[in-house]
C-alpha cells in the first residue's frame, strides 16, 4: 500500500516506551507484547496510522489469541464483537453453501486486518474467516475501534483505502467471471496472490504459502479438474512452475499481458 501523505508514525522507541509504560521492561509480558507488537507495527498500515495515543489503547485493550491451523475465528452470519489483525500466519475469508461449494474472497497474511464490515455496518458476518496456518490474532473490541475511528481520522483513510481495493478487486473479479475464460481467471488469481503476499525471485514471483489445487478451486470460482487443466496449460507454456509446493510465475509481465491487464507487477 502507498503511505499515505501527513499519517504521522511513532517511531519503534516511542512505541517501546509506550508498552513499557503500562508493563513492566523485562516482565514475561513486556517481552511478548514487544516482540509480537514491533512486527505487526511494521507491516500493519491500520496500526501504523495510529497516533500514539490511540496506539497505547490499542496495546492496553487489545488481546492476542492463538488459533490453530484450521480452526475457525467466526462463521458467516455470525454476532460481530471484535476487529481482527494477524500477528502471525495466515486467514482464508470464504463463504460455504450447504452443498459443500465454496468460494473464497481472500487469503489475509501478518499485519493485515478484517472483520470491520460488520462492525462498521452494525450487522453480522458477512463471510467465515478461518486460520490456514497456526495464527495468532491481536482482537480490538468494536467499543474501542469505533472510539479510534471517531477520534483519528487518518485511521478512517486508511481503512477506506483498504475497502476501496476490495471492491476494485471484488469488480475485476465480477469482470473475469464474466468476460474470462477459466484459463484467463486462474492467471488474473496467481497475480493477484503474487502482487498480495508474493517475493520477487530470479526474475519472476514467488506466491507466498501453499496452496493445494482445492483451495485454487475455491479462490478462482471453479472446481477442481478446470483448475488443474487450467494450471497444467500454463506450466507447458513456461508461465508457471511449483517449487518445494510454491507457486512461481516465471514471467508475471506476460501473464498480464495475456489476461488483457497491462499495469505492472
Ligand atoms: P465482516 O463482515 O465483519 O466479517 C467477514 C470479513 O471478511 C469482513 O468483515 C471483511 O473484513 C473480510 N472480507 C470480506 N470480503 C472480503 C474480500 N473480498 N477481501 C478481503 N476481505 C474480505
Redesign the pocket.
Known sequence: MEPLGGVIQPTLREIDDLIASYCPKGSPEYTKITGMSLALLRSSPLLRSLPPAALRRVLKFARWREFPAGMDV?T?Y?Q?SH??IIGRGRVK?FSASAGKKRKT??Y?GVG??????????G???????QAVEDTQLLLIHKRDFKAMLLEDSKLAVTLLHVLSD?LR??NE?IEGLMFRNVLGRVSKTLITLAEQSGKRWRGGMLIGGKFTHQELADLVGTTREPLSRALAALRRADLVEVRHGQLFLRDPRKMRDLVGDGAPV
Open positions: 467466526f458467516k455470525d460481530a476487529l481482527f475469508i474472497f481472500a489475509l493485515k486486518f478484517f472483520g470491520e464490515m460488520a462492525l462498521l455496518e450487522r453480522e458476518r458477512s463471510a467465515s474467516a476490495r478487486r471484488a473479479e
